[in-house]
Nanobody
């Protein structure tokens, strides 16, 4: 079964940047899309961004557009989430998952979720 694994989280200060990585266990040509989500304490899971693995087409939530950038490196079977100008409200566990053939923000259409990586922003 395909597995996705996140890394790159940590504790940073307000205004700092982080780059998260999502490593896919199989060749990326077997994957249509990959999405990034997060869940903050006491809140619902939130869609952040998704990318089509073949074409690189991107789709962002309005809440992160302009601050977060999703990208891919097919040679490394990896999808990245570059996060800039981080704020305390970005504190959450960040997850990546395998998506359907069309870009979507609907978490229910994703599968093979990773274990998550903790991102904590201090004020």
């Amino acid at each position: 079964q395909m597995q996705l694994a996140e890394s790159g989280g940590g504790l940073v200060q307000t205004g700092d940047s982080l780059r998260l990585a999502c490593v896919i266990s199989e060749q990326t040509y077997t994957v249509y899309t990959v999405g990034w989500f997060r869940r903050a304490p006491g809140k619902r899971r939130e869609f952040l961004a998704a990318i089509t693995v073949t074409t690189g087409t991107r789709y962002y939530a309005d809440s992160v557009k302009g601050r977060f950038t999703i990208s891919k490196d097919n040679s490394m079977n990896t999808v990245y989430l570059q996060m800039n100008n981080l704020r305390p409200e970005d504190t959450a566990v960040y997850y990546c998952a395998e998506g359907p053939s069309k870009l979507t923000s609907m978490a229910g259409q994703y599968q093979n979720w990773g274990q998550g990586t903790q991102v904590t922003i201090s004020s």
